[in-house]
Structure formats: structure tokens, C-alpha cells
């Protein structure tokens, strides 16, 4: 079984920042692609951030330049660096992993539970 824990979520002002994280654990052989959805209130999950093993970037328009990704093979943890928040950020923020577990021939899609972001003043 493979678990993905996110933390760093919180209440932050238009133009601070937050810095989330995503620890993968179980029985981890390999992970491809992981990835930072979020959901906000009334609207469907939509792609943020995604990242390659061998850390190719990819970003929705409305966070490039303002978000980063990164990842750290060895601790099987992605990071999200989330600089000049604003109001429209505010969502439950999702990790997302593809893994393939020890015993197994292939990859399968595993989430986080999710960590709310609110950018209020």
C-alpha cells in the first residue's frame, strides 16, 4: 500500500507565500510523474504543476511564473513553492503520484488527501 501525506497549507495574505509538501511511503519500487492538483470551491480539480522523475516541468498559465515545483527522489517528496499568492488560489490543494509498488509490473495513480490554501486579507 502507498500512502501520500501532504502538509504546509494554511491562511496567508495576497502576495505572501506558502511552501507545500508531499511525502510518498509504503511499498515504493519506482515513481514517474508527481504532480500538484488543486480544487476550489464550486469548480472542478485542475492541474497546477506537474514534474518527471528526471524533473521535467510542466504549469498551468495561471500559476507559471509564481509557482515552482520540485521533487526529492531520495525522500519520494514533492514540493510546491507557491509565491504571490492571491485570492484566486484559495483551494484544497492535491498531490498526486504515479508509483509502482514493489511486486508490481506497473504504475497506478495514488492521491493525497488534500491541505487547504486560503489567500485572504
Known amino acids: 500500500q502507498v500512502q501520500l501525506v501532504e502538509s504546509g497549507g494554511g491562511l496567508v495574505q495576497p502576495g505572501e507565500s506558502l511552501r507545500l509538501s508531499c511525502a510518498a511511503s509504503?511499498?515504493?519500487?519506482?515513481?514517474?510523474?508527481m504532480a500538484w492538483y488543486r480544487q476550489a470551491p464550486g469548480k472542478q480539480r485542475e492541474l497546477g504543476a506537474t514534474?518527471?522523475?528526471?524533473?521535467?516541468?510542466t504549469y498551468a498559465d495561471s500559476v507559471k511564473g509564481r509557482f515552482a515545483i520540485s521533487r526529492d527522489n531520495a525522500k519520494n517528496t514533492v514540493y510546491l513553492q507557491m509565491n504571490s499568492l492571491k485570492p484566486e488560489d484559495t483551494a484544497v490543494y492535491y498531490c498526486?503520484?504515479?508509483?509502482?509498488?514493489?511486486?508490481?509490473?506497473?504504475?497506478?495513480?495514488?492521491w493525497g488527501q488534500g491541505t487547504q490554501v486560503t489567500v485572504s486579507s
Open positions: 509504503g511499498s515504493i519500487f519506482s515513481i514517474n510523474t
Open positions: 498526486y503520484a504515479d508509483v509502482m509498488s514493489r511486486g508490481r509490473a506497473a504504475y497506478f495513480a495514488y
Open positions: 514534474i518527471t522523475a528526471n524533473g521535467i516541468t
